[in-house]
């Protein structure tokens, strides 16, 4: 049964760092997209940002310049690097393969 298991959520002041990462159970899903989404309570889920196969990234204009998408192939792992952390990031954040598999989600609490 396909897996993904997220880990690096918590709790962090505004301005803070956290990174999170998904690791996926098979390795053929290093031939596909990664990604990731958030939900905030109340609202729909968003993209947070994808990266290819090959490396491209796509990021949510909300995250530019802060949140970096990687990757490690050799690993099935997709990471999240999350810097200068702001209340509004405050979610559920979910890794994502292809679109077609989900992780189960791990909480992001920015607050002071």
């Known amino acids: 049964q396909v897996q993904l298991v997220e880990s690096g959520g918590g709790l962090v002041q505004p301005g803070g760092s956290l990174r999170l990462s998904c690791a996926a159970s098979?390795?053929?899903?290093?031939?596909?997209?990664m990604g990731w989404y958030r939900q905030a309570p109340g609202k729909q889920r968003e993209l947070v940002a994808t990266?290819?196969?090959?490396?491209?990234?796509n990021y949510a204009d909300s995250v530019k310049g802060r949140f970096t998408i990687s990757r490690d192939n050799a690993k099935n792992t997709v990471y999240l690097q999350m810097n200068s952390l702001k209340p509004e990031d405050t979610a559920v954040y979910y890794c994502?393969?292809?679109?077609?598999?989900w992780g189960q989600g791990t909480q992001v609490t920015v607050s002071s």
């Open positions: 994502t393969v292809n679109y077609v598999y």
């Open positions: 098979e390795s053929r899903f290093s031939l596909y997209v």
């Open positions: 990266i290819s196969s090959g490396g491209s990234r």
